[in-house]
Nanobody, 129 residues
Framework: QVQLQESGPGLVKPSQTLSLTCTVSGGSITNNYYYWSWIRQSPGKGLEWIGHMSSSGSAYYNPSLKSRTSISRDTSKNQFTLQLSSVTPEDTAVYYC?????????????????????WGQGTQVTVSS
């Protein structure tokens, strides 16, 4: 069974770059049947799709975050990484990585839900000086 684990700093200063890694076990990030996603939930708000990466390494981003977002991967470690630049306190959230079946990638991008795909437990990131 696939497992995903987010890791990274819990505190980031404003204007800096947030960097998180998702380590995947029990399944390969090059599997053609899945996309690999980053999603966040800010305090008092719903889930927000940040972006995802295909099995071939192509990345797609939420238009509202695209200018600040980069998703990359290390296939030798079976990991994929999120970088979000120029962060502000509004980027404070619990950040999740998820494996999403191909058939659900569009719906996940428009309306994320934890009932779809397989999710990590999430990691709290606070943006504060």
């Amino acid at each position: 069974q696939v497992q995903l684990q987010e890791s990274g700093p819990g505190l980031v200063k404003p204007s800096q770059t947030l960097s998180l890694t998702c380590t995947v076990s029990g399944g390969s990030i090059t599997n053609n049947y899945y996309y690999w996603s980053w999603i966040r939930q800010s305090p008092g708000k719903g889930l927000e799709w940040i972006g995802h990466m295909s099995s071939s390494g192509s990345a797609y981003y939420n238009p509202s975050l695209k200018s600040r977002t980069s998703i990359s991967r290390d296939t030798s470690k079976n990991q994929f990484t999120l970088q979000l630049s120029s962060v502000t306190p509004e980027d404070t959230a619990v950040y999740y990585c998820a494996r999403v079946p191909l058939s659900q990638t569009a719906s996940m991008a428009s309306r994320p839900t934890k009932t779809a795909g397989s999710w990590g437990q999430g990691t709290q990131v606070t943006v504060s000086s």
